[in-house]
């Protein structure tokens, strides 16, 4: 009689929750929808899969180190703007909307701990930003109008324009192509790229859409765009996340912090 080996669990993949409240009394539309898409996430990192685990802040801000230890790989996700004094930038500018220090202190640990333990990480629109500001880089207060719009026409979801991938990196890899379609919505953006990272994609405009880290840290993509979006095609969704949990089950597991 033959006995068969049972599945191996899937591997944890950590996503910061979104801390904003849609509801609370003024709130920006643009928090509904990132905490709507935060759900599509989540999809995403099943159907690649991983199994996610939804990170809360402890009472330090950051999330429960025990939490952190149990994920083999992390999602970053988007949402409001990453405070500018993170990075020295004008706190006061006009532009700026949903400033969430706690958000800040949650995204910026979890990120922290990827780099730190070697565990793949994907950065997504806000995730990416903050990434390269914990590497020193900086962002556009507010992109100028171009050629390429970069936040969506009234009535719109998202703005779809292509983007240039360079040729040998992660996201040209895992997509097959040199150029593609994506979704957007942001008016912030890379400015002075930060150590260690180097621009992988950049839209027409000179925008720049994707960062990837060195060989000193695990798989680490930053993504401007929003793979998650139903739009432009819906085969355009899985393929990152399913890099990640790739990378994620490849990579070995092991204590990394004592």
């Not at 929808?33 to 009472?59: M, S, T, Y």
């Not at 230890?69 to 006009?94: E, I």
């Not at 730190?116 to 880089?137: E, K, Y």
């Not at 060195?214 to 798989?219: E, F, I």
Request: with cysteine; net charge negative; aromatic share 4%.
């Amino acid at each position: 009689m033959s006995t068969t080996e049972p599945a191996a669990p899937a591997p944890l993949v950590g996503i910061p929750v979104r801390l904003s409240d849609a509801a609370a009394p003024g709130a920006d539309q643009r928090v509904l929808e990132a905490n709507r898409i935060f759900d599509d996430i989540v999809d995403l990192i099943r159907a690649a899969g991983a199994e996610p685990v939804l990170l809360r802040p402890a009472q330090d801000g950051g999330p429960l180190e025990a939490e952190l230890a149990a994920c083999r790989g992390f999602v970053v996700p988007g949402g409001g703007d990453v405070d500018p004094a993170l990075y020295g930038a004008d706190p006061d500018h006009p532009a700026l909307y949903d400033v969430n220090p706690a958000q800040d202190r949650l995204d910026t640990a979890v990120i922290r701990y990827a780099l730190d333990a070697r565990r793949p990480l994907l950065g997504i629109c806000r995730g990416m930003q903050l990434l390269n500001v914990l590497r020193g880089g900086t962002l556009h207060l507010d992109l100028p109008k171009t050629s390429v719009a970069h936040e969506p026409d009234t009535g719109h979801d998202w703005a779809v324009h292509d983007v240039a991938l360079s040729p040998g990196s992660a996201v040209a890899e895992v997509f097959g192509c040199d150029r593609m379609p994506v979704s957007s919505g942001h008016h912030q953006a890379v400015d002075r790229v930060g150590d260690g990272l180097r621009v992988s994609a950049r839209a027409d405009d000179g925008c720049v859409e994707s960062v990837e880290a060195g060989d000193d840290v695990a798989w680490t993509v930053g993504v401007q765009w929003h793979p998650e979006a139903f739009v432009p095609r819906d085969e355009l969704r899985l393929p990152l996340f399913r890099a990640l949990s790739e990378q994620v089950q490849a990579a070995p597991r092991k204590a990394v912090r004592s």
